[in-house]
Every structure is written in structure tokens, then in C-alpha cells.
């Protein structure tokens, strides 16, 4: 199989690509830069030179794969579209990356029991005005399957692990190292009691390997394998770079280091999900299960 993946030259697309190149499929991959292009080739990925407003590029890419995977952007509506209409009526499999922030609340590092699950978003369920775009492409994904795309959104929690590809590190995680590291504490959103589901990044390359191969048309898939406190992570990640105990932080202070989405939804919110459709619609089976071991056994690791 011939698959093109935008996001090749970064944490999610990198992993899936080296994962593929494993498995004995062949790769092309969207560069931005000539730099980054030839990175890719000395991977054994094709490099195809573009960005995402490029439409007419990503059009061709996406007509000489066998499939499509979309890790680049979960908001560039632009490019979807453009993969969308370049894939209609051919049956291939179309891959979008999301991400579960769309559940996420403003809870400013205080806990929530409310759980989501993929019927609750495939149901009668809308997002906060916050997320109500990258909702919105998410929905115009799966209906995609109604022109003859086998079309799949995958719904990423918060990734931990070292990427495979070019790019070593994920979001969340290494925001919290960055800013620890240079100030010498380790700090949370608020109270830190907020919680996020998680997965490991090899677990994730898998879900998208056995998407693939078998997904339906118009599916949903919550990839999450646990889940863990902001408290729960700045305590590992305080043993692991031997820092005092973490300190709470006040969220115009958040906003001040990471920005208002990072400290706000990424950092500050719960977002508690649970899925079952890649357990039971692929097989797949996270290898997995605890980001706060990860941490303190891996966090430094360099892969």
C-alpha cells in the first residue's frame, strides 16, 4: 500500500510513517521545506514539497496513494477539502487526526466527573463554542462517506512517548518539562485535579496502522488507554527531573507561558473519554497504560 501522510515531519505523522515504512508499505510525505523534504527522503519517505494551502498539491498526492492520512493540521479545513474532493467516489481510506480537547472543559485545573464517549459525540452532543470548528471538520470527515471516501476520524487523547520520525516530542508533556526545566519548578493549571485520557505513541501508530487496513466508512475513534491528573503528571515529572513538589499556578500566569489554548484546554481542562470502537472494531490492543511510569522511567530517554 501506498500511503501519504501530511504531518509527516512532525510527532504524530512521523510515527505513523516509520510504523508503515516498518510494515513493508511504501510512504510520501508533505514537507514545507526543501530541508525537511530531503529528512524525509533519507528516511525513505517521498518527499512532496507543499503546505497545506497548497491544494492542488495535496490533490495529486492524495490521487496517486493507495490511502490518506491527515496528521498535520485538526483544524485546516482547506486542506480537508481538498482531500476530500480529490478522494470522492474512490473508495479509499481517509484518516483525519482530532483531537479530544473538543470535550475538554474550562475548569481551570479542578476535576470533572463527566466522561465522553464516542456515541455521546456521535450523538446529539455540541462543543463548546471553543471547539465548535475543529467539531465541525471532524463531522464534514464522516460525511464523507457518503461520497465514496472510506473516511475514519481518529480522536487522539493526550500522547506521551518519543515520536519514531523526525520529531522527538509531543504537546502537553514537554510544555510542562520546558517550563519546569527553566524555571526550576515544577507547576499545574489551578489545583492540577484536572484529567486527561492518554495513550502512548506507539500504541497510537498502531490504531492508525489497523485503521488502514479495515476501518468502515464514517467512523469514530476515541484512541485513549488511561488516564491521569495534571497533579498525578507534575509529580513524575518532578521525581523524574529530581524538582521539589509542584506548585499550583494561576491561569493568567498559565496563559502568560503557554498561551490561552495550551494553558486553557490543553493544560488546564478535563477531558475524560472512553472508546470502544478500536478495541472492537479494529482489534486494537494498547500495549500501554500508565503515562506516569512513562515519565518516570522514560521522560529522558532519546526514544
Known amino acids: 500500500m501506498k500511503v501519504f501522510i501530511t504531518g509527516a515531519t512532525g510527532f504524530i505523522g512521523g510515527s505513523i510513517a516509520v510504523r508503515l515504512l516498518a510494515e513493508g508499505h511504501r510512504v510520501s510525505g508533505l514537507a514545507r ?22 491544494s492542488d498539491t495535496l490533490a495529486g498526492a492524495a490521487k496517486t496513494a493507495d490511502a490518506v492520512v491527515n496528521a498535520a493540521s485538526s483544524d485546516h479545513r482547506g486542506a480537508v477539502d481538498a482531500l476530500i474532493q480529490a478522494l470522492t467516489g474512490s473508495g479509499k481510506v ?96 489551578g489545583q492540577g485535579r484536572n484529567i486527561w485520557s492518554n495513550a502512548h505513541v506507539d500504541d497510537v501508530a ?39 513538589p509542584p506548585q499550583p499556578w494561576d491561569i493568567d500566569s498559565a496563559i502568560a507561558e503557554w498561551g490561552y489554548e495550551p494553558a486553557v484546554f490543553a493544560l488546564g481542562s478535563n477531558s475524560r473519554v472512553r472508546g470502544s470502537a478500536a478495541r472492537d472494531g479494529l482489534g486494537w490492543r494498547p500495549r500501554h497504560d500508565s503515562v506516569t511510569d512513562w515519565i518516570r522511567g522514560g521522560l529522558d530517554d532519546s526514544r
Do not use: M
Not at 33 to 54: F, S
Not at 222 to 228: D, L, M, P, R, Y
Open 206 to 244: 498502531d490504531a492508525y496502522l489497523l485503521a488502514l487496513d479495515s476501518t468502515p466508512a464514517g467512523a469514530f475513534y476515541f484512541i485513549e488507554s488511561g488516564e491521569a491528573s495534571f497533579l498525578d503528571i507534575t509529580i513524575a515529572i518532578a521525581d523524574a527531573l529530581a524538582l521539589g
Open 33 to 54: 521545506t526543501a530541508d525537511k523534504a530531503d529528512a524525509l527522503d533519507d528516511l525513505g519517505i517521498e518527499p512532496v514539497l507543499g503546505t497545506l494551502d497548497d
Open 94 to 189: 481517509f484518516l483525519h487526526t482530532s483531537g479530544s480537547s473538543i470535550v475538554g472543559d474550562d475548569s481551570r485545573g479542578e476535576a470533572s466527573d463527566r466522561v465522553y464517549t464516542e456515541a455521546d459525540v456521535l450523538g446529539g452532543w455540541e462543543p463548546a463554542p471553543d471547539k465548535a470548528a475543529r467539531v465541525a471538520l471532524d463531522r464534514a470527515v464522516l460525511a464523507a462517506a457518503d461520497v465514496g471516501v472510506r473516511s475514519a476520524v481518529l480522536c487522539n487523547t493526550l500522547i506521551y512517548g518519543h515520536g519514531r520520525g523526525l520529531a522527538r516530542d509531543s504537546v502537553q508533556i514537554p510544555r510542562l518539562v520546558g517550563q519546569a526545566r527553566k524555571s526550576g519548578v515544577v507547576r499545574h493549571v
